[in-house]
């Protein structure tokens, strides 16, 4: 909604006030949703998988390969590091989805 002046205009409009539009809001569900994961986990004491910056000095291994588990043949997108399978996507099925 923020990116449409129209709507900006029009909330102005009905509050009778301005409405200050964030350079970045775009992400600014994002930020919220990562400072209340942060304020839960904080509270219950649980550990946390993030890895801070540290994450762009990891060294990652992209792929994709063809599943022949069906006739779908679909095309599967995997991220590794080392060993460790991190993510994957791309089946119709679920077959590989983590």
């Known amino acids: 909604m923020?990116?449409?002046a129209g709507m900006v205009r029009a909330f102005?409009?009905?509050l009778g006030l301005e409405?200050?539009?964030p350079p970045h809001h775009g992400v600014m569900g994002a930020i919220g949703a990562a400072l209340l994961a942060y304020e839960h986990a904080s509270r219950n004491g649980a550990a946390t998988r993030f890895k801070g910056f540290e994450a762009s000095e990891i060294k990652y291994h992209?792929?994709?390969?063809?599943?022949?588990?069906?006739?779908?043949?679909?095309?599967?997108v995997?991220?590794?590091t080392g060993h460790e399978v991190l993510a994957r996507?791309?089946?119709?099925?679920g077959k590989w989805e983590l």
């Not at 992209?62 to 095309?75: A, D, I, M, V």
């Not at 996507?89 to 099925?93: L, T």
Request: net charge negative.
């Open 2 to 4: 923020a990116a449409n």
């Open 12 to 14: 102005e409009e009905v």
């Open 19 to 21: 409405v200050v539009v």
């Open 89 to 93: 996507w791309g089946g119709r099925c």
């Open 62 to 76: 992209p792929r994709s390969f063809e599943c022949q588990g069906c006739s779908n043949l679909c095309e599967i």
């Open 78 to 80: 995997e991220i590794r």
